[in-house]
Nanobody
Framework: QVQLVESGGGLVQVGGSLRLSCAAS????????MGWFRQAPGKEREFVAA????????NYADSVKGRFTISRDNAKNTVYLQMNSLKAEDTAVYYC?????????????????WGQGTQVTVSS
């Protein structure tokens, strides 16, 4: 069993930045893709970003490209999401996810474990 704990969420103004962290325990993240998803009130959970097992490949939702950066530190069993130039529409609960394979995917079915989420609120 894998436990994922997100941190770093909070309240920030439009144009600001936040860095989310996801610490994994119970299994090493090495060898597995990791992803970030988000869910706004009344909306479906949507893909944000994913990173391959070695950090050599990443992919992003069009809505966050150029503003968000996903990274990982396998030695620390941790994945990060750097969020810059935040917009009001980025407000959501952000979830970390542990991949079924080493290759990141934008589909929820590609992930087997999920964290409890961290709230990000961007105020205008």
């Amino acid at each position: 069993q894998v436990q994922l704990v997100e941190s770093g969420g909070g309240l920030v103004q439009v144009g600001g930045s936040l860095r989310l962290s996801c610490a994994a325990s119970g299994r090493t993240v090495s060898g597995y893709a990791m992803g970030w998803f988000r869910q706004a009130p009344g909306k479906e959970r949507e893909f944000v970003a994913a990173i391959n097992w070695d950090g050599g490949g990443t992919n992003y939702a069009d809505s966050v490209k150029g503003r968000f950066t996903i990274s990982r530190d396998n030695a620390k069993n941790t994945v990060y999401l750097q969020m810059n130039s935040l917009k009001a529409e980025d407000t959501a609960v952000y979830y970390c996810s542990f991949g079924l394979t080493g290759w990141g995917t934008s589909g929820r079915q590609g992930y087997v474990y999920w964290g409890q989420g961290t709230q990000v609120t961007v105020s205008s």
